[in-house]
């Protein structure tokens, strides 16, 4: 039974465990219906021990059959739905007990994907934050690391494959078809890093030699007909292993390292110690069935994964507050090796401005809405909400500030000494930062807000030219608008990297620390007024108030050597014509033009360069917004561009073919990019004169890029082939559960053809359609969540009526699995952005889903944040 008053969980209410765990040695019985756990753990006196204490463990949906203590049946104990108290404790637990406990789950009726769960016959566990609990009864909080020995038993005809974390020591083949097998992890690890994998599954092995010279075995688990498309995941794995020897020092520490895939996941993968457990979307490639971006992402979560082994596993959190200190840190890894990975410098920066457009579109407007909280969070009710953009992506920024500030060499120090000082322990953010402090002799103080504060700063720049001194005067104002509990900000420690944009090219880049709320810099010997490029490289995550140029903005967008500013110049003037419902003007047609004709740019940055700014992020830019204005603003522009450059499209499409066997790699994705840009451009024109190409383009495309971005052309600019076509690819693709979910995904987030068609109608067609799973997460998500956050102009209608199909989707979901209701309930958290009758109709919406009385604590928090309770 869950309370009805939501409970809070506060960061400064911490306090170190009353008791710890030393060795755990699990003994599990795998059976669907009726999974038997045996535990025995070694229990000692904790950091905040209390003789008497009773020992408090967490359990949930678990059947309790019995415990004893030092080999004796023990009867002080209670149970709650969420606890066993155990009272009596041998000598008032001041020595080290042995605790035996058996319990019961039921994997097959566990749809929520956190604990034991059965997928297509198969077990699988995901334990972060606290799936632990729903496994045995346990100290489930991650400062409590021990040693496992895992033994599993399942019957050796439906589970021939047993694995857990860390070495197999010993398998064994016992009565009535029944096999186990035992591991040992020799690494102490917070329960949440804990795993198991049982099942009809076939791998891909290779062995290879690590720095120091040792042979280290790697494996990817999967179902067998998916053997094939194993070989990019294991390709990204290798790639990883070296990657983090020669950056950081970093070795493999286990004899083994396996991934298992599994197409029942609640995101994107999770790194057990040893034992990775992934979505199949974040495994499985081959050219014919996975995308350019596909193979990217495979790339870049392997790579996350795999780096968590020392930035999380090694060094864990002390407790959830702490979340960032390994995902901000872990994803600025995987952001830092998959620009590596592009092969040039402005392979670099197209990767950094795909990485800034996903902060900007997602993490900015949570930073300004009703979930706003700090990378490092003060409280939480569920902590399963707080996987957020602002602790993921906000927080590898915050990290990445310290490589801006400290240098390479300097954050390399900085990484020494925190794992010299904490490895082995369940640390905090303070730590780290105390590490990057004391290894560069650097006072970070004030870089401590940004763990504090919510919300977006906004920096406010002032420029003038002083023709007769010669000199240029810059001024730089900060400000934080007040978020949920904050309404006052202290000034941030922004690291801004600059240039004066001069015809002598005589200014060098420099790094400025804005501290003060208000800073004024002069620069001598500027010959001419030059143009400003500030903020480069998105050195900080922040928003800029400048009333830039046109002209100037012309210039950057035309010659900056900054490729992250000078796509960021086309796109601030995009966003300023369509925000004024303006048509590109002549200047900004030429210089389109001369950007996609130079032949020393990137295709992948020219793709970017033309692609115009999100809805999402477009809405941020204003108030009482209208979405439908926008969506036909942006449309017209859009068309305008499509149209006068109709020509260069034509060319573009052709120069940029990729002919010959189809190579993953960043220059012919970025080939490839730029041609279904042009495509879709051209199809945007004129879809008479252009769908027989993109029909073309279909039918004889020999990879998955090529196939469904003509598929996307045909379908998002309304062409009638794009029926047949859609046909066709149902029927082609009919046993790739991941093609599927794209087939699904790309007509649910099809934007009206106008701002009058009523799209909602097909999404309710998909959600009857026999091939829809509710309970799959992957399914779910390509219909329900791609209409609600990604077809912005189908979901904001006037009638309300996108807003009623969240609401009964949310109600939907909940009882299945939380998480994924939660992460759908999101979707109207910026309802007070809106004009009406927007926001009347969305705050209707969330109050129908408040008055559900059997909401999950998940769900709630989301709402009750949402609606300002
Ligand atoms: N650490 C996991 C996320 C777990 C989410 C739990 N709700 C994956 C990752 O960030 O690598
Ligand atoms: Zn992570």
Redesign the pocket.
Known sequence: MKTDLPQSFRRLEYRPPIYTFDEVELHIALDPARTIVKSRIEVLPGKSFEAGAPLILAGQELEFVSLRINGQAHRHFELTPETLSIHSLPNEGKQKFTLEIISICVPEKNTTLMGLYVSNGNFFTQC??EGFRKITYFLDRPDVMARYRVTLQAREAECPVLLSNGNLLSTEKLPNGWHSATWEDPFPKPSYLFALVAGELECIEETITTSSGAKKLLQIWVEPHDLKKTRHAMDSLIASIHWDEKRYGLELDLERFMIVAVSDF??????NKGLNIFNTKFVLAQPETATDADFANIESVVA??YF?NWTGNRVTCQDWFQLSLK?GL?VFRDQEFSAGQMGSESGRAVKRIEDVRLLRQLQFPEDAGPMAHPIRPDEYQEI?NF?TVTVYEKGSEVVRMYQTLLGRDGFRKGMGLYFKRHDGQAVTCDDFLAAMADANGKDLTQFQNWYCQAGTPRVKVEESYDAAKKQFHLTLTQSCAATPGQPEKKPFHIPLKMRLITDAHDQPEQLLELTQPTQTWIFDNVADRPVLSINRDFSAPVNLDFDQSEADLLILFSSDDDAFNRWEAGQKLAMQMILNDRLPDQDLIEAYRNLLLDPSLDPAFKELALTLPAESYLYEQCENVDPQKIFTARRAFRRAIAKQLQLEWAALYQQNQTPGPFTSDAASAGKRALKNLALSMLLEADPNIWAPMAVNQYQVADNMTDRYAALAALVVHGVKAADDCLVDFFSRFNNDALVIDKWFALQSSRPPVDSLEPTLGNVKRLREHPAFKLNNPNRARSVIHAFCTNNPASFHQADGSGYAFWAESVLALDPINP?VAARLARALDRWRLFAQPYQGQMKAALAQVAACQTLSPDVREVIGKALGN
């Open positions: 972060e934050a609640n995101m994107g993968a999770m790194e996350h994964e968590h995902e872990t399963n996987y998480q």
